[in-house]
């Protein structure tokens, strides 16, 4: 088999490398590495050997075929201002490998189907009570999103960057709903931005689907959708009792899983402070460094899907190193797609033994709850 060119950029530009800095770690001239990623000429057995050392990923690697390209237009991303474009690249990165994996899980499992309705034509208020009514949430406060949106058909990864600029991102493949979250942010703030990627994939899918790029006033809509979406204005309002201290909205937080500049937010919006309260409210925030951490954190959310796949692949004798050998990937970037939940979800019996979870010719199906 010959090696595939395009694999080795991939590879290159997934770890955040320039062609530069892979060529002064080689001991060649950049010209060699343009050479290799554009198929002229191949590694040497010795230098690919070492390239795979450097990129870590297995040498199988980098004989398989095209991977799957998310155009940049194509995804929702948060925050796109601050990022690099190496940054997003080693993001959209992530995001090939979590379609491997998926793809990977669903010739096993049969996962929920999408049920994401187009919102298009609603404001971020409509769009966000329209679609709870659609799933039977009403106002109730969602105890986990991750959850919610499995049961829905969405596909939930994290992104194994540990990059602040990189909030999060959305995008269609296969027509199935993908979702991928920065897990070193608080939990208020990963939930909030998966109802931000909530709203993209409603609201937004026409443009994702074809490639337009995403403007400052749709980022600025999702926003919206995702403070009514988490919390509901007739939910809130009915919830405001007396007067809305610092040490009131701390406990009122807990409510909708939400930070605290979120809700102090969403209630000025719904006209529940005066302006002065609000923007005293905002200093006090930023005086105790609320804007970055939370007075009485919640618990980080994971994926139950996840959990129920490396369950049953646990049961079956089925480990992550079987799982990463079959997708030629390394067991780092496994664990770090699923939240880790392969390092206490996966035994690793099988260890050493080469087995690989067999495609059942009627996958099981899992099921999910709110």
Not at 2 to 26: D, Q
Not at 239 to 248: C, I
Not at 314 to 343: H, K, M, P, Y
Request: proline share 5%; hydrophobic share 40%.
């Amino acid at each position: 088999m010959n090696m595939n060119p395009s694999r080795l950029e991939f590879a290159r530009t997934r770890r955040g490398w320039t062609k530069a800095r892979l060529a002064n770690e080689l001991g060649v001239q950049v010209r060699s590495i343009q050479g290799y990623e554009s198929g002229e000429y191949a590694p040497e057995p010795e230098r690919l050997a070492h390239m795979c050392e450097l990129l870590r990923f297995p040498e199988e690697f980098f004989f398989g075929d095209d991977l799957p390209v998310i155009n940049e237009h194509t995804a929702s991303f948060r925050s796109m201002s601050k990022m690099s474009a190496t940054l997003k690249r080693t993001a959209l990165g992530s995001g090939t490998t979590a379609f491997l994996l998926n793809d990977w899980i669903e010739e096993r499992f049969r996962l929920p189907e999408a049920d994401l309705p187009d919102l298009s034509d609603l404001s971020p208020e409509e769009a966000a009570a329209t679609l709870r009514r659609i799933w039977g949430i009403g106002e109730a406060p969602i105890s986990n999103l991750i959850h919610l949106l499995e049961l829905k058909g969405v596909r939930v990864y994290s992104l194994a960057i540990e990059a602040k600029e990189v909030d999060a991102f959305s995008v269609w493949h296969k027509e199935r709903p993908f979702v991928f979250l920065n897990t070193f942010k608080t939990p208020e703030h990963s939930r909030f931005d998966a109802a931000h990627e909530l709203g993209h994939l409603v609201r937004d899918r026409h443009s994702m689907l074809h490639g337009e790029a995403h403007s400052p006033e749709m980022e600025k809509e999702a926003n919206a959708f995702a403070g009514a979406f988490l919390m509901p204005k007739d939910s809130v309002t009915g919830n405001r009792a007396g007067l809305l201290t610092m040490g009131k909205l701390i406990e009122m937080k807990r409510v909708w899983g939400v930070s605290l500049a979120a809700l102090a937010f969403r209630i000025n919006q719904l006209g529940l402070f005066t302006e002065w309260a609000y923007r005293n409210l905002c200093i006090q925030i930023a005086k105790h460094g609320y804007r970055t951490s939370e007075p009485n954190p919640m618990g980080p959310e994971s994926s139950q899907l996840l959990r129920k796949v490396f369950d049953s692949l646990r049961n079956e004798g089925i480990s992550r190193t079987d799982v990463a050998r079959d997708l030629c990937l390394s067991q780092q970037d496994i664990d770090n797609l699923t939240f880790g939940l392969t390092i206490s979800g996966v035994s690793s019996t099988a260890r050493g033994s080469g087995r690989v979870a067999p495609k059942p010719s009627s996958p099981p199906k899992l099921k999910l709850f709110k």
